[in-house]
């Protein structure tokens, strides 16, 4: 490839060709017959489904990834998972300190666009720390893993635990326990919990991390990106657990499957429900036998999905509390957008609102043309979408079912979903030439 063409290519159009390449590479990996566990080779488009779902750090899958890939299958899937998660520039640039070579200026540009940094002299450093960050958080959650699968798998206990913990982390929801994801172990509070943690850390976002450890954990010293992202989070998850506990596990919910969990066993599913949807794809109990209400709670929490510069997709919670921040002083009447005592920019509120209507788009017009073509019910095809375009990997057993253009059309918001909803409008409707005309004010009337 012409290195002097990929330099003329915006960050944005290079992390879309590198995720493209990466995806496509992946697609022939696991067409291979010793791909598959049976020794046939898949049909292209499910290999290509599978490889965006890993890439894009997404879970959901046409067919069951511990029965229908080979043991070289699944470490390409994983593979496919790790560089996803890292993000595939970060992934490169792993190789660049590896064999000690300089990181060149155009390069730590597209970084700096991937990683939402807006100083190159810190991008390097960052990375570094994502580096460390994320290979000893996954090799602490495989050895914890490890404690509770050896004594049930033996040897291939520990392989379970890599591949859960590496999954977790960076928000996958791959599983390779051939169960239907963690349901058989619905009722191990060591196992839920170890990778619940492993979700929130790797969906909390790397500057959060070291502002944390910068910090030591001194809240009021925090910036206010890290005190939004704690306070928020807090919120969505006792809020979440609270909400999941009343609905399924109480008489005031009105589905009652779990009602006879031990209480427990409740509390810590609820707790899990919670987490699972920012955004790692994990259930550890039977999503299409809880509430409607509950469903559509957890497309709700889809929707936000994790924090910025994480693992996780969705629209981000810092993102969804900078467009309600807007809303209460455009109510009260205010000029500024203030969070804790702090002015948020007018680009920050700007961009905010931009993140939410790009999703919002891609949803409404995803549902429409689902809808044609798959005769199912209205919350199962919004839950599949909104699963897809915020790379959770949550599903109402839809996945296996769809035809091909509706496998085409969840390719394609797990490819935007991974780069971002408002990325896709950003390359579509990027301006070569900078428009300096100074225009005239109009009027109009919204509302």
């Known amino acids: 490839m012409d290195t002097k063409k990929v330099r003329r290519l915006s960050p944005v159009g290079i992390l879309f060709l590198g995720y493209a390449l990466i995806i496509l590479f992946g697609s022939a990996l696991l067409s291979f017959p010793f791909a598959s566990a049976s020794g046939t080779s898949h049909a292209y488009i499910d290999c290509l489904f599978t490889s965006v779902s890993a890439t894009c750090v997404t879970g959901l899958v046409p067919f069951d990834t511990a029965l229908s890939w080979s043991l070289f299958g699944q470490i390409v ?10 993000g595939f520039m970060t992934f490169i640039t792993l190789f660049y300190f590896l064999f000690d070579k300089r990181v060149g200026l155009h390069s730590q540009n597209v970084l700096m666009h991937a990683q939402g940094s807006s100083s190159r002299g810190e991008i390097l450093p960052l990375i570094r720390k994502i580096l460390i960050v994320t290979f000893s958080t996954e090799l602490v959650g495989t050895g914890l893993l ?8 033996g040897s291939k206990g520990l392989y379970y635990a890599l591949f859960t913990s590496v999954s977790a982390f960076c928000n996958a929801g791959f599983d390779v326990f051939g169960t239907g994801s963690l349901t058989s172990f619905s009722g191990n ?11 929130l850390i790797g969906g909390f976002g790397f500057f959060a991390i070291e502002d944390l450890f910068r910090k030591k954990f001194r809240f009021r010293k925090f910036t206010l990106h890290t ?6 989070n807090a919120v969505l998850i006792v809020g979440g657990t609270l909400f999941f506990y009343l609905m399924e596990f109480t008489n005031i919910g009105i589905a009652g499957t779990y009602s006879s969990l031990p209480v427990g066993e409740k509390i810590l599913n609820a707790f899990f429900m919670a987490v699972s949807p920012r955004t790692a794809g994990f259930n550890a109990l039977d999503l299409t036998k809880i509430s409607g209400t509950s469903q559509f709670f957890t497309v709700l929490l889809m929707f936000v999905g994790g924090n910025s510069c994480s693992t996780a997709g969705g629209i981000k919670v810092t993102t969804m509390v900078v467009v309600f921040a807007n809303l209460r002083g455009e109510a009260r009447g205010k000029d500024e957008v203030v969070l804790l005592r702090s002015r948020v920019s007018d680009g920050i509120v700007k961009q905010a609102g931009a ?9 409404v017009c995803s549902v429409l043309v689902l809808g044609i073509v798959e005769p199912v019910g209205f919350i199962e095809l919004l839950f599949e979408v909104v699963s897809a375009m915020a790379t959770v990997g949550l599903t109402l057993n839809l996945t296996p079912t769809l035809g091909i253009v509706s ?21 579509i409707f990027r301006q070569k030439k900078k428009d300096d005309l100074s225009r005239l004010e109009g009027k109009i009337m919204v509302g």
């Open 407 to 427: 496998k085409l059309v969840l390719i394609f918001l797990m490819y935007v979903g991974r780069l971002g909803a408002f990325t896709l409008f950003e390359l």
């Open 355 to 363: 993140i939410l209507l790009s999703y919002l788009v891609l949803a």
């Open 146 to 153: 490890s404690v509770a699968f050896y004594p049930l798998y």
């Open 189 to 199: 509070s060591f196992v839920l919990i170890v990778i619940a943690l492993l979700i």
């Open 227 to 232: 005190k939004v992202v704690v306070i928020a």
């Open 77 to 86: 899937i994983l593979l496919l998972i790790q560089i996803g998660g890292l």
